[in-house]
Nanobody
Framework: QVQLVESGGGLVQAGDSLRLSCVAS????????VGWFRQAPGKEREFVAA????????DYSVSTKGRFTISRENARKSVYLQMDSLNPEDTAVYYC???????????????????WGQGAQVTVSL
């Protein structure tokens, strides 16, 4: 089992930056690929970014590429999502998720992720 806890959400203005953190407990963290997903009110959950177990490979959605950066520190069992140039369309609950990975790449498919955090609210105002 892997437990994930997100933090760092909040209310910001358009154009501001915010950094989310995801801290894991349980099994060795460097065996897991980690992703961030988000869900806005009335919308389906969508992929945001993901990072491979080693941190060598990252993937982003079209809407976040170039504005968001995912990183990890396995020694701290932590994954981060640096969000820059935020806009109101980024308003959502952000979830950290993980799955056991044997490979070097990651997936955007939520069904692959076996472990999920409770979510962190990010609200971006005009």
């Amino acid at each position: 089992q892997v437990q994930l806890v997100e933090s760092g959400g909040g209310l910001v203005q358009a154009g501001d930056s915010l950094r989310l953190s995801c801290v894991a407990s349980g099994r060795p963290f460097d065996n897991y690929a980690v992703g961030w997903f988000r869900q806005a009110p009335g919308k389906e959950r969508e992929f945001v970014a993901a990072i491979s177990r080693s941190g060598d490979y990252t993937d982003y959605s079209v809407s976040t590429k170039g504005r968001f950066t995912i990183s990890r520190e396995n020694a701290r069992k932590s994954v981060y999502l640096q969000m820059d140039s935020l806009n109101p369309e980024d308003t959502a609950v952000y979830y950290c998720a993980a799955y056991y990975s044997l490979g070097s790449y990651v997936t955007q498919f939520a069904a692959t992720y076996a472990y999920w955090g409770q979510g962190a609210q990010v609200t971006v105002s005009l």
